[in-house]
């Protein structure tokens, strides 16, 4: 068996778990979330690959930690109605509009036309109290509705990667990530130009 050399991002799997621990204590920590939103973004526009899902990503390297080494998946394949292309667009699709959600509601607290709902919010439909995780007052309401929003969208992806991991291989979230699906794009464009 041949061994491979560790890399420090080999590690980043911790990323992941610190950042939910972080926002399950404070909320304003998910703002950290954001990292992983543009950094690979950026990583796929600048170099043309997709490194960051590769390497960088914390959540895809704790599947692979919790499915693979921990053997807590079934290790199936992944369903072909999954790995689809109308599949992966249609939840990259959910996702941005869940996003964009978020921004509208944020813009709403800063307009002062709602109040701050200190809940996190699974798919918008299930309602979780959260209000121990912020104090009133340290951060304005709009950042903070924006903090749940954002945490909301991380847990509740966080949950579908679970699943998928544990009923198929390790990473099969990587497969409709909308992360993923986005940067497979950016790179389509970036290296049709040359």
């Known amino acids: ?83 689809s292309k109308w599949f992966r667009y249609g939840f990259l699709f959910f996702f941005l509009i869940m996003f964009g959600n978020i921004l509208l509601q944020t813009y709403f607290v800063f307009a002062g036309a709602s109040s701050l709902e200190k809940a996190v919010k699974l798919a918008w439909a299930i309602k979780v109290p959260w209000e121990w995780a912020y104090t009133q007052g340290i951060a304005p309401d709009w950042a903070v509705q924006f903090s749940y929003g954002l945490y909301s969208l991380m847990v509740f992806s966080l949950l579908l990667g ?3 991991m544990f009923f198929y291989k390790p990473r099969s979230w990587c497969v409709f990530c909308p992360m993923g699906t986005m940067t497979q794009g950016i790179c389509k464009l970036k290296n049709s130009e040359k």
């Open 1 to 83: 068996m041949i061994k491979q050399n560790k890399h420090w991002y080999d590690y980043l799997w911790i990323w992941a778990i610190i950042y939910f621990s972080l926002g399950f204590f404070n909320i304003l920590f998910a703002w950290l979330g954001m990292i992983d939103f543009l950094l690979p973004l950026f990583i796929a526009g600048i170099g043309g690959n997709k490194w960051f899902c590769n390497n960088l990503c914390g959540r895809g390297q704790l599947f692979s930690l919790l499915g693979g080494k921990l053997s807590w998946s079934k290790g199936k394949a992944t369903p072909k109605w999954i790995v």
């Open 162 to 164: 679970l699943i998928a």
